[in-house]
């Protein structure tokens, strides 16, 4: 993707390779790996094993790893990467309750998600209920853009040039049997989202999970997206999905003035 105007171009001479690789190495914990040890992560990272231990034990002395025995897991400090981020931006302040307000009309929990990469993050969620799906999704829980509604709203929100050259290029896996993995007909959903304003998916990320998310359109910030997800069958009652889409574009309206 082009860089945007005035946008300064980082020569490679000034990007700190070794820096870099301790990023690889906290990315390498994710949601399916928590706990990892030196071998699994110089396999994750493609780093050879004596640099992953250096790299490894330095996050140990700086407290953002801590080691038992032989695996390794992140900590609590690590949350502070993300803070600066997350209090910047008031998410916690004024976003998430304004959220938590349109989830108590529908009585489903709402989340938010930007895209980082090819994939989209969650960066705030409210209104969690006992009985909300599904895999333990919260902050930071990153989904992908092609297979899920709020991926394709996200994308919904970028000039079709740009959301073009994502669809082209973001990874396409098949998470279900009814995964879409036609790039030409996900654009064209895309398109289809842009002009009614709302992305729909069933069963495409998640068997059996339907999800609904709006876009969150503001000339101040980069695109966002709201949504909610659950059980299929909770989604079946036209009533019930329309109800849920007015609520989120109004959340969505409110959200943008906030970005």
Do not use: W
Not at 78 to 93: D, E, P, S, T
Not at 109 to 120: E, L
Not at 134 to 148: A, D, H, K, Y
């Amino acid at each position: 993707m082009q860089a945007d105007a005035g946008e300064r171009k980082i020569q490679d001479r000034d990007i700190s390779l070794t820096f870099a690789k301790g990023m690889a190495v906290l990315k390498a914990f994710d949601t399916s790996s928590t706990h990892l040890t030196l071998p699994q992560i110089a396999k994750i990272t493609g780093l050879d094993r004596a640099t992953t231990r250096r790299l490894v034990l330095t996050l140990v002395h700086l407290g953002y790893v801590k080691q038992e025995d032989r695996v390794f897991s992140l900590t609590p400090r690590i949350l502070v990467l993300a803070g600066g981020f997350l209090q910047g931006r008031q998410f916690g302040k004024t976003i998430e309750p304004v959220m938590r307000s349109f989830s108590n009309q529908i009585s489903e929990p709402i989340s938010m998600a930007m895209v980082d990469g090819d994939q989209a993050v969650y960066v705030a969620h409210a209104g969690a209920k006992a009985n909300s799906v599904s895999i333990g999704f919260t902050v930071g829980s990153r989904l992908p853009l092609l297979s899920s509604a709020i991926g394709r709203a996200l994308l919904a929100g970028f000039p079709a040039a740009e959301a073009e050259e994502l669809i082209a290029s973001a990874p396409l896996t098949p998470y279900t049997d009814v995964t879409n993995l036609d790039r030409a007909s996900i654009s064209a959903d895309v398109a289809e989202i842009s002009r009614r304003g709302y992305s729909s998916v069933i069963g495409e990320f998640e068997a059996g999970v339907a999800a609904i998310a709006v876009p969150i359109r503001s000339d101040n910030a980069e695109p966002g997206a709201i949504g909610v997800s659950g059980d299929a069958s909770r989604f079946e009652d036209p009533q019930v999905r329309q109800n849920i889409i007015a609520t989120l574009r109004e959340c969505a309206k409110v959200l943008a003035g906030l970005l």
